[in-house]
């Protein structure tokens, strides 16, 4: 797919991956909706429009189907349509299982998993009938082989795969592709708060022996959007971690 005065939505865009992600399709000229729950900041729309694009806001609760659909009806109202959905937006709630609590259990479904519905089933709608489009989920390294203490969120992104290859099938017909990207460490506000300790311990599981950039992850990001005929994959971006 040409990029160039392509709309892209990027959900959770504030920040880290989905803020990378933003910028790497904006550099190619497409149009971006930066997303996330607070107000985002307009310096970052100033910086994305930098590149020659137009950039718009739109805040809300992914987890909420009302929310979602209303999301996607401002931005067709003022883009005309959504040309790739990226659903980036995701929470961590950490802790052992015998400790979890269900409503920590359920805050990782209800935005990783039913968030990534709310979103894509909405979009779809438009994409059926423009028979065009890409939708990149966002899964996780740990919802293939998964991790001590976190068997909320590999529960939620092992879901992303499945859920990604079935509307792959369902979509193909249309034109249209989903797909899915697997970030392993990522090198992120949230891991800079690691101790080093723990930072060696981790680089230690890698093949490439060091974290990935965010720049790593959007590149991947744009591929699967540039890719018309790579559907239902999920591709690793994580140093060799799980071969």
Known sequence: MELTNKNVFITGSSRGIGWGIAQAFAKLGANIVLNGRKEIA??????????????????GDISSFEDAGRMIAEVNEIFGSIDILVNNAGITQDKLLL????????????????????????????????????????????G????????NYAASKAGVIGFTKSVAREVAPRGITCNALAPGFIATEMTDQLSDKIKEQIEGQI?????????????????LAQSPYLTGQVINVDGGMVM
């Not at 974290?211 to 990001?221: I, K, P």
């Open 42 to 59: 307009a310096e970052k729309v100033a910086e994305i429009e930098s590149n020659g694009v137009k950039c718009i806001c739109v805040s």
């Open 99 to 142: 400790r979890m609590k269900p409503e920590e259990f359920d805050a990782c479904i209800d935005i990783n998993l039913k968030g990534t519905f709310n979103m894509t089933q909405q979009v779809l709608k438009q994409m059926m009938k423009q028979r065009s489009g890409a939708i990149i989920n966002m899964a996780s390294v740990i």
């Open 144 to 151: 293939q082989i998964g991790n001590v203490g976190q068997s």
């Open 207 to 223: 093949p490439l022996k060091r974290y990935g950039s965010v720049e790593d992850v959007a590149q991947a990001a744009v591929f």
